[in-house]
């Protein structure tokens, strides 16, 4: 009788376990297709630290391959999410952020060859122009990853003085 009972409450620290995982991880891929976060590696380790977590507080009476598994199998869902490119926004900041400090216009133009351009005051957001007295000449590149109402402000503005980059900002929509 009391082994059944601990069978029992072994597969219920199971099943909260898993469904708590699936809540991180729902979570995880919301923020994930909204914004990208498994772009930056701090999501990538606040998420796999709290399942960790979860496994360890809630798995303590396992034994440890089933801790190993749980920690190999919060891994590998983490870093699959990761490489879903669940829409155009993942990979436009991933190239966006590929566009290092002091390249010149035509690698930054090669790297976003993909991209739509947007250049045109109609098509541009607003930004502040050089201030008054300012000889330094800088220009500003815009792209942008879709026409769709979703993204379509999703701006990502590359500065350059001198032909090199300065800045690389994304102004999301």
Not at 117 to 140: C, H, I, R, V, Y
Request: glycine letters at 6%; aromatic letters at 8%.
């Amino acid at each position: 009788m009391l082994n059944s009972i601990d069978d029992e409450m072994g597969h219920l620290d199971l099943l909260l376990a898993g469904s708590l995982a699936i809540v991180v991880v729902s979570v995880y891929s919301i923020f994930d297709v909204l914004a990208a976060v498994s772009l930056d590696i701090r999501f990538n380790l606040i998420t796999l630290a709290s399942l960790l977590i979860v496994g360890a507080i809630l798995l303590r009476n396992r034994s440890k391959q089933e801790k190993i598994w749980w920690a190999l199998l919060a891994a590998l869902v983490i870093f699959t999410i990761s490489r879903i490119d669940w829409n155009t926004r993942k990979p436009f900041l991933r190239d966006l952020n590929s566009i290092e400090m002091g390249m010149s216009t035509d690698d930054v133009e090669n790297i976003m060859a993909e991209y739509i351009q947007a250049n045109d005051g109609a098509n541009k957001p607003s930004s502040e122009s050089s201030l008054p007295g300012d000889s330094s000449s800088s220009d500003t590149l815009v792209f942008r990853h879709t026409n769709l109402g979703w993204g379509d402000s999703d701006w990502g503005i590359v500065t350059f003085k001198e032909e090199k980059v300065v800045e690389v900002y994304f102004s999301p929509d």
